[in-house]
């Protein structure tokens, strides 16, 4: 079984910072590409980020330069630095797990962030 927990949401102004973090409970961290999708109200989800076990990331063209993925191997935590947000990161934010070989993903429960004006 796999679960992700996230955490870190809430309300922030505009041009304000918060940190995400995602709780994998897998047996092989390792093994993951791990990242951050996320769904606005009446919008489709949207890719975030990503990063591999090799330190390989990719981001959203609209969160470039603004946001960072990290991963803590020892403590199977997946991050999401958020900095400059803007009213437009609005959204529920998902921490997102594939398994490298078994090609199977995996969805944690959302954790709501609001960037105010």
């Known amino acids: 079984q796999v679960q992700l927990v996230e955490s870190g949401g809430g309300v922030v102004q505009s041009g304000g910072s918060l940190r995400l973090s995602c709780a994998a409970e897998v047996t092989i961290f390792s093994l993951y590409v791990v990242g951050w999708y996320r769904q606005a109200a009446g919008k489709e989800r949207e890719f975030v980020a990503t990063?591999?076990?090799?330190?390989?990331?990719n981001y959203g063209d609209s969160v470039k330069g603004r946001f960072t993925i990290s991963r803590d191997h020892g403590k199977k935590t997946v991050y999401l630095q958020m900095n400059s947000l803007k009213v437009e990161d609005t959204a529920v934010y998902y921490c997102?797990?594939?398994?490298?070989?078994?090609?199977?993903?995996?969805w944690g429960q959302g954790t709501q962030v609001t960037v105010s004006s």
């Open positions: 990063t591999t076990d090799g330190g390989g990331t």
């Open positions: 997102y797990a594939m398994h490298i070989r078994a090609r199977e993903n995996y």
